[in-house]
């Protein structure tokens, strides 16, 4: 059995935007609940270096560190709310998609996770990430300036079944009939707050140059990152 720890992402940001026509519940979930539904569509994306929530690791690297590409590689999300009025709501959709941080694509789409709509007191999204094979399910894609001006492609790649995680404990109105539009924003920057700057100025390259940090190459550096995923890390929900 994969053992999977929960890691809280640095925000989820929600917004609300009318739509036309949406799926609907299974008519016993409606009956129980009593409302119309909403859409859940969930996007992801890059904090840029300026808007990091770790404004000590954007001084120390002097905006020398960059990463501006890459894909966050899913194989499950899970909502789960509380309505005002005391119902408990869980839906799950089993799917391998990938999202390009490049081009904001999601293959195939995430934006079918039908809701109740209502009031609700809490709300929590879990991503669980893709481990079928040696491929990545994190990829960061980046440029790092050594201090002596030198600069080097920079890829960090990340492979495990853990879940990332984001929650609010402040009211969301989900009017019936709109898509509720989720963007998960990693903010690579925290991860990498442990790293000292020698130790990215005198990372190894591979045969193509590039500073690769993975579980097999340049490790003490990617465990420093890997300790950074455990952070917990503000989430934020905005409608």
Not at 139 to 155: A, C, E, F, K
Not at 220 to 225: A, M, P
């Amino acid at each position: 059995m994969k053992a999977f720890k929960s890691l809280k992402i640095s925000y989820l940001c929600i917004a609300l935007l009318a739509a036309g026509s949406i799926a609907g519940c299974s008519k016993d979930t409606l009956d129980d609940i009593g409302s119309g539904t909403s859409t859940l569509e969930i996007s992801a994306s890059l904090v840029p270096p300026t808007q990091s929530k770790s404004r000590e690791t954007v001084a120390k690297f002097a905006g020398n560190l960059n990463f501006n590409a890459g894909h966050l590689w899913v194989s499950e999300i899970e909502f789960d709310g509380t309505l005002v009025r005391g119902t408990s709501i869980e839906r799950q959709v089993e799917r391998f998609s990938k999202f390009d941080f490049n081009t904001g694509m999601v293959a195939p789409p995430m934006n079918d996770i039908v809701i109740p709509s209502g009031d609700y007191s809490y709300v929590n999204i879990e991503v669980e990430l893709r481990d079928e094979d040696a491929q990545p399910a994190i990829m960061l894609v980046g440029t790092y300036v050594r201090t002596d001006g030198t600069s080097s492609p920079i890829r960090f790649e990340f492979n495990s079944g853990e879940t990332f995680e984001a929650e609010t404990e402040q009211t969301m109105t989900m009017e019936e009939g709109t898509t509720v539009f989720g963007s998960i924003v990693l903010d690579p920057y925290v991860w990498f707050s442990n790293v000292p700057v020698a130790m990215l100025d005198n990372a190894k390259t591979n045969g193509q140059g590039i500073i690769l940090i993975n579980e097999e190459n340049n490790e003490e550096i990617y465990d420093l990152v890997e300790d950074g995923l455990d952070e917990s890390t503000e989430s934020e929900f905005s409608n």
